[in-house]
């Protein structure tokens, strides 16, 4: 029997496989456009540091730069705040389309910012601005991919429908380090330095306006359209977030701290790390980033349909119990300096990193209902995001200068994964409940 994106076709009507098949499609490449946008960002931080935050210290020029990166997540809960409740309104479609437009007009302006030798402290300040229109748009993003996903699976293939955004997350900064590898092992130095660095944004334009086509021509999800048509659509959906499910966007917070902070250190960080830290080559670090992104994405589906298997909280213990017990080690085999033992750890971490990502969208959407879980979910992961994980490159790079310690960026690792592994304790798997 066909099947469409693992739902067998004798099971759904043929024209709702087919916008089943077009919404994942166009859901999971609309999220590619955003992450290739946000991640490139951190890939070139080395080399954005020198043009906006000229220092004689190039830790302190560093720090500057992750300081900014982090700046653009403390945007993303004003921006779930905005779109979270928008989207429980008027639907999930509009959101996803606001979105990416926002996320294409940030990178358009960081790649065309002078530098700060041309218009001295304007420049910085120019970054900021367009960092938090990213970090806005990406507080959009996620509450919305992530419910548009779930709300289209059938009960029991949530857990793989969802994890398909992470997927295209995983793709979007796969793209990125793709571009990024490629500008950075094809250019000069001087030429990458000069100008190289700005290709990798003004191409976000492109990939921003394919997103764009690709959700104006989505249908909103079954859900969402059943509750406006029996009139269940939340007026005050901020309100009765608050005073309906306040407990589960704390645990929505507490899921997302070690998800967010081993995400955000796997695969943004290390790659500076390796260079300024470990002192490898920049094409190396990239190198190895795209080979353990590449590993990633493919097992995320795979995983995902293992917890519409066994359920999502096995897994998404196992991986707080490997970052917590693995990091230190892995961090230290790294810090060897041959490529091996560069990539191996990565690969191992990023094992682990795909035990919550695959299942962590569909773990949070079964939490909240469809009244609110565009807003819930918004809110809950993003405040989680912006506190823990947008800040984990540059309190990483601080404890490294504060202490000396080039293992130090693991403490803050191992007790982001106990605080949420205890928060997963008191969750209720509802992988077999249907969505209310």
């Known amino acids: 029997m066909s099947t469409v994106l693992g739902v067998n076709a004798g099971d759904v009507p043929l024209q709702q496989g087919r916008a089943v098949r077009k919404a994942i499609i166009a859901g999971s490449i609309g999220n590619v456009m955003e992450w290739y946008d946000w991640s490139i960002y951190g890939f070139f931080a080395s080399v954005i540091s020198k043009h906006f935050f000229p220092s004689q210290d190039p830790v302190a020029s560093l720090l500057s730069t992750f300081l900014v990166f982090a700046l653009g997540f403390v945007m993303r809960p004003l921006g779930s705040l905005v779109f979270g409740p928008y ?255 560069i990539l191996l750890p990565q690969l191992i971490l990023a094992l682990f990193e795909s035990f919550f990502a695959a299942p962590g969208p569909a773990a949070l959407a079964e939490i909240f209902p469809t009244r609110v879980r565009n807003s819930s979910l918004s809110v809950g992961y993003n405040i989680g995001v912006a506190l823990f994980g947008g800040t984990a490159p540059f309190i990483a790079t601080y404890l490294i200068s504060v202490s000396g310690n080039k293992l130090s960026p693991t403490w803050y690792v191992v007790i982001c994964a106990v605080i949420t592994f205890l928060v997963l304790l008191g969750l209720k798997d509802r992988y077999r409940e249907e969505l209310n």
């Open 87 to 341: 989207g429980d309104r008027v639907g999930r479609r509009k959101a996803l389309a606001l979105a990416v437009i926002l996320m294409a007009i940030g990178t358009f302006v960081i790649g065309v910012i002078p530098t700060y030798e041309q218009i001295g402290v304007a420049a910085p300040i120019l970054l900021v601005i367009a960092r938090l229109i990213q970090g806005f748009s990406a507080g959009a993003e996620w509450g919305s991919s992530t419910s548009f996903l779930v709300e289209y699976a059938p009960r029991n293939r949530r857990g793989f429908y969802g994890s398909w955004q992470q997927f295209s997350t995983g793709a979007g900064l796969l793209s990125g380090s793709l571009v990024s590898t490629l500008l950075i092992l094809s250019l000069p130095a001087t030429a990458l330095e000069s100008w190289g660095w700005r290709v990798a944004f003004l191409i976000g334009i492109v990939l921003g306006l394919v997103g764009l086509y690709l959700r104006m021509k989505m249908e909103d999800t079954p859900k969402f359209i059943q509750a406006e048509q029996m009139e269940n659509v939340a007026k005050q959906p901020l309100k009765e977030m608050v005073t309906k499910h306040p407990l589960q966007v704390l645990q929505a917070i507490g899921f997302t701290i070690s998800w967010t902070v081993s995400y955000y250190i796997t695969f943004t960080y290390l790659p500076t790390y390796v260079k300024t830290v470990v002192h490898m080559s920049f094409g190396a670090a990239m190198l190895s980033n795209v080979i353990i992104l590449t590993f990633f994405i493919l097992l995320i589906p795979f995983v995902g349909a293992l917890s519409d298997k066994i359920g999502r909280k096995p897994l998404l213990l196992l991986s707080c119990a490997g970052f917590a017990i693995l990091s230190y080690p892995m961090f230290l085999l790294i810090n060897r300096g041959s490529f091996f033992m």
